[in-house]
């Protein structure tokens, strides 16, 4: 994989005007993808201290959720400015959150292992902790998602989800949860909320039925409804897979790029963060060297190949800016050394 592609990976994305804007995991740069030619560049800002969980846009701002735990950075498109804001958190350096998502001019950060949510204010500023009083949770949440304006989050070791109200800003309802293993993706599509458990799909309308299942003894850790097909997409494993609803089975993809290939250290997580708009679902390029797009009307997809031009500032943005930075070999070579100091 090209050193350029590796610098611009990033594993959450927002849209803003037909851009997709997402921070480098590896050197916390905030860049742009256009969607029409594919070109990445650079947006005039400091580089965060951190990688992120979360981000999106609400008008001309971009809001930021710090993996760690600690903040939220606020920001516009246009403006080099970065503001943060502390946030109350059990600040572990990853898995902090279960779900985070924005509601009426306010983003909700639902915790993993406490139950409690985070209120940040976009007018005001002000920041809240909430506790979501559930009785006697001793378990985890493993994921969530948005359904009208509510908030579903799974629990599969307490085998219960609870319903959180945004409007009221409290948990309506606490209900069992019939499925075997964790909820380690929960997407809404058509009414109905899905839940991705050990490679098995349910459908919570139908009572939890099984709706798929498959047959790979490594675990993917993500899917994409769209246009009656879901994708399943790899954690450990490489491999993805499709089923389009009424079929008997799903099937191993097998379509990809002639160059496409996965670059990540111990394998996991290759494709976590989404955006969507009204045509399309598009995934963040955190571990591979193409963003995968899935259209909404028929479940086809499209691949499509960053490309940056000015490897220069890449480089220099990405390692030379940030002073105290130990420098590594690797997508860091020697002469890139050389060249900057002379």
């Known amino acids: ?28 740069v905030f860049i742009e993808i256009d969607l029409k030619t594919s070109r990445v560049s650079l947006m ?33 498109v246009s403006s080099a400015e970065i503001s943060c804001y502390p946030i109350p958190c059990n600040r572990k350096s990853t898995g902090n959150f279960s779900y985070i998502c924005e509601y009426g001019g306010n983003l909700f950060l639902f915790l993993r292992e406490e139950p409690a949510v985070v209120i940040f204010d976009t007018v005001t500023k002000a920041v809240s902790r909430k506790e979501l009083r559930i009785h006697d949770f001793k378990a985890n949440f493993d994921s969530g998602c948005v359904k009208g304006n509510s908030v579903y989050l799974f629990s599969g070791n307490a085998k219960k989800y609870y319903v959180y109200d945004l409007d ?16 380690s993706c929960v997407t809404c599509y058509e009414n109905d909320i899905f839940i991705l458990s050990r490679n098995a799909v349910y459908s ?37 897979y499709t089923y389009r609803f009424g079929e008997t089975d799903a099937r191993e993809y097998g379509d990809y790029p002639e160059d496409y290939e996965y670059d990540i250290e111990n394998g996991w997580g290759k494709f976590v963060g989404k955006a969507e708009d009204t045509d399309n679902i598009y995934w963040s390029m955190r571990s ?10 028929d479940g086809k997809e499209c691949w499509m190949q960053p490309y940056i031009s000015d ?22 070579k020697l002469n890139d050394l050389i060249n900057h100091l002379t």
Not at 6 to 21: D, E, F, H
Not at 206 to 223: A, G, L, Q, R
Not at 288 to 297: A, D, G, T
């Open 204 to 240: 919570m309308n139908n009572n939890f039925e099984m709706i798929v299942k498959i047959n790979d003894p490594v675990y993917c850790s993500k899917i994409c409804i769209a246009g009656g097909v879901i994708w399943f997409l790899p954690g450990l494993g490489e491999k993805i």
């Open 168 to 183: 009221e800003r409290k948990v309506i309802q606490e209900k069992d949860l019939h499925i075997e293993g964790l909820a």
């Open 1 to 28: 994989m090209e050193r350029k592609l590796k610098l611009i990976q990033g594993n959450y994305c927002c849209l803003y005007q037909n851009k997709l804007i997402s921070l480098t995991e590896k050197n916390y």
């Open 311 to 332: 490897e220069a500032l890449l480089m220099e943005k990405s390692f030379f800016s940030v002073k105290g930075r130990i420098l590594h070999e690797g997508t860091l």
């Open 44 to 76: 005039d800002k400091k580089n965060l201290e951190n990688r992120i969980e979360y981000i999106t846009s609400i008008g001309d701002a971009l809001y930021l959720v710090d993996m760690g735990g600690k903040w939220i950075a606020e920001t516009t």
């Open 288 to 297: 591979n060297n193409y963003i995968l797009s899935i259209r909404k009307k």
